[in-house]
Every structure is written in structure tokens, then in C-alpha cells.
């Protein structure tokens, strides 16, 4: 199982991925099609399923237009602990 952590962090993800669906008055059969995934898939999306896999997430946020923030998930420059470690 998933640490309690993630667990949260998946839930707020699905949860910002559903209120920029809204934002954008798409409905979620919608962007379903438009992800190339099932309605069954967005809806577990939605509520942080960490089964799903990444690559739904990733075409759900593309359909969105937000692909562009998951190149910086794991950037060196965010990695404050890893760069401390590095520099010892």
C-alpha cells in the first residue's frame, strides 16, 4: 500500500485534475475521449487511484493543456535534499 503521504498527494492531484476539467467546462466524457482513456479511468483519476497508470495521468493533464508541469516532477533544481548530498 501506498504511504499515508502519497495517498493524500494522489488524492489532491485527481482533485486539481478534476477542477481544472471544470474550470474549463469540459464535461468528463469529454476529456475522456480526448485523454484516449475510459470514462471509468478519468472518474478514477479524479478521485487519486494510484492503480491507474502514469501514462493516464500524463494524457489526462496533456488533454488539459497541462503536460508541461510533469517534466519538472523530479528536475534536479527542485531536488533540494539531492543537490545538499551531492554537494558534501
Known sequence: TLPIPAQKAMR???Q????ARLRRRITAQL???RAGISRLTLSKIEK???????????SVLFALG???????LADA????????????
Open 16 to 19: 486539481d485534475m478534476r477542477d
Open 66 to 72: 497541462m503536460v508541461q508541469r510533469v517534466q519538472d
Open 77 to 88: 533544481s527542485h531536488d533540494l535534499t539531492g543537490r545538499a548530498l551531492e554537494e558534501e
Open 31 to 33: 476529456l475522456a475521449e
Open 12 to 14: 489532491k492531484l485527481g
Open 48 to 58: 487519486g487511484d494510484p492503480n491507474v497508470l502514469i501514462a493516464s495521468y500524463v
